[in-house]
């Protein structure tokens, strides 16, 4: 008898508790959809049943006169912003008020804790300035062949597997082959390593990558409950990097700061750009912005441009390392992969493409630099257009770092919302990118949205594959350079064709957090020796 009520005692206290918390939105008039006890509207997706896109676009479709909906990761309360102008005041105008984003604390992981995203208020401000000059275009010019290089290994590799194979069409991974440019192209950019991971397919550098940049499910969802909960960082002692893999970026940024400082030794990678931080020789240049960088590129802030020094600790630089390590390998390797799979479904925007990368090839004798990439205007077109339907970072996520008024949800509403210090809101990329109201017939990929006559139809806050505002992504250029000359590489020397494992119509899969279709991204590759483009 005693035991039952017991159990009636918390069964009635804990619906009291989730219909407290689940009531944050509603009691002000802000809708949203049915949250599930404890997974509040993360339930779908925890358990596989959609992908989180899926869970998006239901709401983002279910209340499109909404500015802002109500949402819930597990009991964590978060804004899910639909408004273009208010999104505009939030990222722009009012960025102070959403200065930092969740992030991770030092029991967490230091490395994860001390890098760029997840460091919070001046902290950021100052990591922000101080690696800003690290990713202008004169820096970033001086990369580009050690990328060339990567592509050709990739080329000759390619090249190879087809003469062996003794037939015109074979079938490659495109996700694999990404995966490994990408992280070639960062040994060689960020770690002054050469790295051949089409050749020696289990090299320690890529096995250590991927290792790094692969969060199984049990770790996506502890990272969630971390984010709606931080004490169960603490109490499940999560760690985002294994000892092994913290250890070896450790050991590999330490020892090769050490050589080059011992042997005087100068590479323009990312290493030495770290270096000269720490000292403070590292400073932002004047008049870097150019026209031609590609639609997609975001400007530096002022926030990025102030020259201000402070002293940054080895932690701190290996923590930029290590991120800029992860978002190359899984990020760009996405976007990537996407590009050659439309490609592959598009021969008419595949062949145009590649006409203008050969006459280009032409005219520069095969030689290629970054300003010479940046007057492909179809391959920039072509690029924009995938990193909008295909936008890597499929939302934005800011804390309110004092409280915000968010004006009322909508015209029903009879008062205003405050979003409290420490909320969280959500900036869907993913849904925007997919509205017809900004982009008509928004599943087809089509390139001429962002030709020279159409372009400025294109509303600015509606587009943003690398964020808004001055907490946008700091590499841009680099990763725009590094998609371009794949491509170029790429189409210059093969043709694609899609296999019949190539998933028609694109379906996410819904097993896998990040972006990546059902049945995986395998393509038909052959060579372009004797084709008439």
Same mark, same amino acid.
């Given at each position: 008898m005693i035991l039952e009520i017991w159990i009636v005692v918390l069964f009635v206290a804990a619906v009291l508790y989730y219909r407290q918390v689940y009531s944050r939105f509603t009691k002000y008039g802000v809708k949203q959809q049915t949250p599930f006890p404890l997974f509040g509207n993360m339930w779908r997706v925890t358990l596989r049943l959609e992908h989180f896109t899926d869970t998006m676009n239901s709401m983002y479709k279910e209340f499109p006169e909404e500015r802002f909906i109500g949402r819930f990761e597990f009991i964590k309360p978060c804004l899910f912003v639909t408004d273009i102008e208010l999104i505009k005041k939030i990222t722009v105008k009012d960025f102070e008020h959403f200065l930092d984003r969740s992030g991770f604390s030092v029991e967490v992981d230091p490395l994860f804790s001390r890098n760029l995203f997840s460091l919070k208020g001046q902290e950021w401000k100052d990591m922000r300035s101080t690696l800003s000059p690290a990713f202008t275009s004169s820096k970033i010019k001086q990369m580009v062949p050690f990328m060339e290089e990567v592509g050709e290994m990739m080329i000759q590799a390619v090249k190879n597997k087809i003469k062996n194979s003794g037939s015109e069409w074979i079938e490659i991974d495109c996700k694999d082959l990404t995966t490994r440019y990408t992280n070639d192209v960062i040994a060689s950019c960020a770690f002054g390593i050469k790295v051949d991971s089409h050749t020696n397919v289990d090299n320690d550098f890529y096995k250590i990558g991927k290792i790094a940049s692969t969060f199984k499910t049990r770790d996506v969802i502890l990272f969630q409950l971390y984010s709606a909960a931080p004490f169960l960082g603490k109490f499940f002692k999560l760690e985002l990097l294994s000892t092994k893999t913290r250890n070896f970026f450790i050991d590999l940024v330490l020892s090769t700061m050490k050589e080059r400082e011992t042997h005087n030794i100068m590479r323009p990678d990312m290493i030495h750009l770290l270096m000269e931080a720490k000292k403070g020789r590292l400073h932002h240049e004047k008049d870097v912005i150019n026209a031609d960088d590609g639609f997609a590129t975001v400007e530096e802030s002022e926030v990025g441009k102030n020259n201000k020094h402070k002293s940054w600790s080895d932690t701190d630089l290996i923590a930029q390392a290590v991120l800029f390590f992860i978002a190359a390998f899984e990020v760009v390797s996405t976007a990537m992969t996407f590009t050659l799979t439309e490609l592959a479904l598009h021969p008419d925007v595949k062949e145009r493409l590649a006409r203008e990368i050969k006459e280009h090839n032409e005219k520069y004798g095969g030689k290629i630099d970054l300003h010479s990439i940046q007057t492909l205007t179809y391959l920039d077109m072509v690029i924009s257009e995938v990193l909008r339907l295909w936008v890597p970072t499929i939302l934005i996520e800011r804390m309110c770092v004092k409280d915000y008024n968010m004006g009322k949800p909508n015209g029903e509403a009879k008062e205003d919302f405050i979003l409290r210090k420490g909320?969280?809101?959500?900036?869907? #990329?993913? /849904?925007?990118? *997919?509205? @017809?109201?900004?982009? $008509?017939? @928004?599943?087809?990929?089509? $390139?001429? *949205?962002?030709? &020279?006559?159409?372009?400025?139809? !294109?509303?600015? !806050? +509606?587009?943003? @594959?690398?964020?808004?505002? @001055? *907490?946008? /992504? !700091?590499?841009? *250029?680099? +990763?725009?350079?590094?998609?371009?000359?794949?491509?170029?590489?790429?189409?210059?020397?093969?043709?694609?064709?899609? #296999?019949? &494992? #190539?998933?028609? $119509? +694109?379906?996410?899969? &819904?097993?896998?957090?990040?972006?990546?279709?059902?049945?995986?991204? +395998?393509? &038909?590759?052959?060579?372009?020796?004797?084709?008439?483009?």
């Open positions: 909320e969280s809101l959500h900036i869907p #990329t993913w /849904c925007i990118h *997919r509205d @017809p109201q900004f982009f $008509p017939n @928004p599943n087809k990929f089509d $390139p001429e *949205r962002f030709s &020279k006559e159409n372009r400025h139809l !294109i509303h600015p !806050i +509606a587009y943003m @594959p690398f964020g808004l505002g @001055p *907490r946008n /992504c !700091i590499g841009s *250029r680099f +990763a725009l350079c590094e998609l371009k000359l794949l491509v170029y590489q790429i189409l210059l020397n093969f043709d694609l064709s899609p #296999t019949k &494992k #190539t998933c028609i $119509p +694109a379906r996410l899969n &819904k097993s896998s957090f990040h972006l990546q279709l059902e049945g995986g991204h +395998a393509l &038909k590759f052959r060579s372009r020796y004797n084709l008439i483009l």
